[in-house]
């Protein structure tokens, strides 16, 4: 596991897992939305620095929920923001 507050854009991980995005058609999101720490990894608390990116074996579990919030956001016609996709245990 990588310990980032955000996968940085020339971050292997990162790289990687764009490609895996574009092999089922994410219409609506970028690879780097779903490599975001969330903001209690990088601020001050108890939270700071427990949150990592996922191992590559669990990227298949994003596929079911990148198709809902795909159709979430055609449904809404808005936009939708991920703030944390990710959780590792703590």
């Known amino acids: ?41 990088a601020g001050s608390g108890p939270c700071v620095g427990k949150n990592s990116l996922p191992d590559k074996d669990l990227w298949e579990n994003v596929r079911p929920l990148v198709a809902a919030l795909d159709a979430i956001r055609d449904e809404i016609g808005s936009g939708v923001f991920i703030t944390n996709c990710y959780r590792h245990e703590a």
Do not use: C
């Open 1 to 41: 596991m990588r310990d980032a507050a955000r996968a940085g854009p020339q971050d292997p991980a990162l790289a990687e897992f764009r490609e895996f995005i574009e092999t089922f058609g994410a219409r609506h999101f970028k690879a780097e939305e779903f490599m975001v720490l969330g903001p209690s990894h």
